[in-house]
């Protein structure tokens, strides 16, 4: 009796996976009717938080954003904005935190497959979380794989792979993702619009190492 009542929940949980999947699959579509436009950018967010997504104040999403698998997973903090044609493998959680920017056909994968090949399970699924931390900055076409951190402050620069964790206050390109510049300190008005043009250049200068 008791493998029947585990079989039952892992039934009930395949069906309320799939069920969320194609909602959320859905929702994204409608949303889509805006197009590209900075309104649709606005109403986005208000729409999804109507549906209850963990979305913040204030935050931008672009258009064609694809989210797989679980909703519930993503948490998009205030002022955040993510770009169009962005993908999140939501098998694990994805977090982003506020006033950070996503550059347009980025994806975040939370998911991997084992090398090794296991007897009925081919090869075993497993998950690990990516966040992204305040005023970090991933330009475009950027892949961050499974149990990446990107640290408060930090630059990724187009087209990198980030394969491992990113500290705060630094610029990283490449495939792998490499250090190429660091910060001495962390000024909050180069990553806010409305403040960066109260940031003179030799701000800008003396801050770079």
């Known amino acids: 009796m008791k493998d029947f009542f585990k079989k039952v929940k892992r039934i009930t949980e395949k069906i309320s996976s799939e069920i969320d999947i194609l909602l959320t699959f859905w929702l994204f579509k409608v949303m889509d009717f805006f197009g590209y436009t900075s309104t649709g950018m606005r109403l986005r967010p208000m729409l999804l938080r109507f549906f209850g997504f963990k979305v913040g104040k204030k935050v931008r999403l672009g258009y064609g954003i694809k989210i797989f698998k679980r909703s519930d997973n993503v948490i998009i903090k205030d002022h955040a904005g993510i770009n169009h044609n962005v993908y999140i493998d939501a098998s694990g959680k994805v977090e982003f935190g506020e006033y950070c920017m996503v550059g347009f056909n980025t994806t975040f994968i939370t998911s991997k497959h084992s090398i090794r090949i296991k007897y009925k399970d081919f090869r075993p699924h497993t998950s ?8 970090a900055w991933i330009a475009s076409h ?12 930090a630059i990724i620069a187009a087209g990198s792979v980030v394969t491992k964790s990113i500290p705060p206050n630094c610029l990283v390109s490449g495939n792998p993702a490499t250090i190429i510049r660091e910060f001495k300190t962390f000024d909050k008005r180069l990553r806010i619009p409305e403040l960066i043009d109260s940031v003179t250049e030799a701000e800008i200068t003396s801050d770079i190492t």
């Open 142 to 153: 950027v892949i961050i794989l499974p149990g990446v951190t990107i640290g408060r402050g």
């Open 128 to 135: 690990a979380p990516i966040i992204v931390e305040d005023y």
